[in-house]
């Protein structure tokens, strides 16, 4: 007697038929006749009274009935244990970096993580913004590593990282005076960004929600350029308070930062993947794995 036979007379027990049974299981009905007939002969006992109509349990068709359930229940637990591993421990992941890119370039970092995990291969790859959340929503990436983004309900994001966006001006600049920086002071102002889309959005939402627009904004792609903008043409500009400022302050004297009162626009770097996803288990580990990572990381 062995799972399968059991299985197939089961599937006869309860639709009472081995045409209907054998349909459902996707075999010939001469192979699940075939079946039971050998598991009749171990037990050297029938199992169904059959007539024109299909088939009737015999005394010891209702008592195999009832005690293999507690069998089924466990091989049903069993295949679910075991895919549920299959999943979490085999595989690749596709990793895309849409953000804080310079944190996760570390191949050393990556390895120490999935060392615990040698049967998952993973690929890490830098996108663009738009492009890496396209890719997330096309189902092309299982992981993504973004900021400023705040997906839909079927996805789980998971903070790993929070700065400060803080002003960039002239030293010369009088609102450096104060302790905390108004926008409503500076709409006369010309601005230099570096920033993503969706923080674009914010800012200049922000500002036209307080009639606070600056006389003109520029963007450019990098934060490097943005600085030296701001320091030839003398005009503010936005930037991330940490490894940026500490980095490009030095080489640029002329310029200074001031924080905003009430940390407007937070640079706020989040790991996203789908609630669904087969190896959500292990992703969230790595979202763990990640935030302690980047906690002394300026």
Request: proline share 4%.
């Amino acid at each position: 007697m062995n799972i399968r036979q059991l299985e197939y007379f089961v599937k006869v027990y309860e639709s009472g038929s081995f045409f209907k049974a054998a349909d459902s299981l996707f075999i010939s009905q001469q192979a699940l006749s075939r079946a039971l007939a050998t598991l009749e002969q171990e037990l050297n006992a029938q199992l169904f009274y059959r007539n024109h109509k299909g088939v009737i349990p015999t005394p010891l068709g209702q008592e195999l009935y009832v005690s293999c359930q507690p069998a089924l229940r466990e091989m049903r637990t069993l295949e679910k244990h075991m895919n549920e591993f299959v999943r979490q421990n085999y595989g690749c992941l596709k990793i895309g970096l849409g953000a804080g890119c310079r944190y996760f370039i570390s191949k050393t970092m990556w390895k120490d993580f999935f060392k615990d995990y040698p049967l998952i291969s993973y690929d890490v790859e830098e996108y663009t913004y738009r492009q890496s959340i396209e890719l997330l929503n096309n189902k092309e990436l299982d992981i993504l590593i973004i900021s400023d983004y705040t997906p839909g309900k079927e996805y789980y994001q998971y903070e790993l990282k929070t700065q400060e966006r803080v002003l960039l001006l002239p030293k010369e600049h009088p609102a450096l005076q104060e302790e905390y920086a108004e926008l409503q002071d500076l709409k006369e102002e010309s601005f230099v960004l570096s920033i993503n889309d969706l923080a674009y959005h914010d800012f200049t939402e922000f500002c036209k929600n307080n009639h606070c627009l600056p006389k003109e904004i520029l963007r450019v792609s990098d934060t490097l350029y943005m600085y030296e903008t701001c320091s030839r043409d003398r005009c503010a500009g936005i930037t991330i308070k940490g490894y940026f400022t500490d980095v490009f302050l030095p080489k640029f004297p002329d310029l200074d930062i001031m924080p905003f009162e009430h940390n407007l626009f937070p640079y706020t770097i989040t790991l996203v993947a789908r609630k669904n996803h087969p190896n959500l288990a292990l992703i969230m580990s790595l979202s763990a794995y990640l935030k302690e990572y980047l906690s002394d990381k300026s």
